[in-house]
């Protein structure tokens, strides 16, 4: 089956400009995480999706961020205006049942630069 | 709340060199216990888990073994090869529902 993937795999902008991630699950996964790594800090938990509903979006950041899921299937993550606080990398993941079990399946993540 | 510690990087070793990758965790309750690796241009995968005291989670020659007493989680290997240059990440999960908790990450650097 194919993984799960990510586009783009490298975004470079500028502070105040807006940037959209791409992200498309394994087909027939309910559940997409949303997480973020900045350099040489733990990966965060941004949010999760069970189909089309937030789940949980405690790990949101700021109002800046705003993330979709329409018809439960890809996930778009939007910053806008992007700070340069908000440079790393994003990864997504999705799974069928909840990540307890380790049955998350990672994206190859996207890595975000704002100058 | 939560959290991982893993030893800070890079690690470098010669190939066929003994390897040890430190974790510690705080939790409440019982969390699992995950490795994670990501090879160059790739994404996150599951190296091996642990979802209970004592038990020893293995895969590729990897392999950890959850300790309750001590906190810890540490990753061993006992002849690394130049394939295994990678970035290592320990996780946990609480029990119950939340979220993966990671740590910083441990970069590994393997030499002919």
């Known amino acids: 089956e194919a993984g799960v993937t990510q586009f783009p795999s490298h975004s470079v902008i500028e502070k105040g400009q807006t940037v959209t991630l791409r992200c498309d699950p394994i087909s027939g996964h309910d559940n997409l995480y949303w997480y973020r790594r900045v350099m040489g800090k733990e990966i965060k938990f941004l949010l999760h999706?069970?189909?089309?509903?937030?789940?949980?979006e405690s790990g949101m950041p700021n109002n800046r961020f705003l993330a979709e899921r329409t018809g439960g299937t890809y996930s778009t993550l939007k910053v806008q205006p992007a700070e340069l606080e908000d440079s790393g990398v994003y990864f997504c993941a999705s799974s069928q049942g909840l990540s307890g079990t380790g049955g998350m399946n990672f994206g190859p993540g996207t890595r975000l630069t704002v100058l | 709340g939560d959290s991982v510690t893993q030893m800070e990087g890079p690690v470098t070793l010669s190939e066929e060199a003994f390897l040890t990758i430190n974790c510690t965790y705080t939790a409440t309750g019982y969390p699992s216990l995950f490795w994670y690796v990501q090879y160059p241009g790739e994404g996150l995968q599951l190296l091996l888990k642990a979802t209970k005291a004592d038990d020893k989670g293995s895969n590729k020659g990897f392999e950890a073994t959850y300790r309750k007493e001590t906190t810890s989680f540490h990753l061993e290997k006992g002849s690394v090869q130049v394939s295994d240059s990678a970035v290592y990440f320990c996780a946990l999960y609480p029990s119950g529902y939340s979220t993966l908790t990671f740590g910083k990450g441990t970069m590994l650097l393997v030499s002919p």
């Open positions: 999706f069970v189909k089309e509903s937030k789940q949980d």
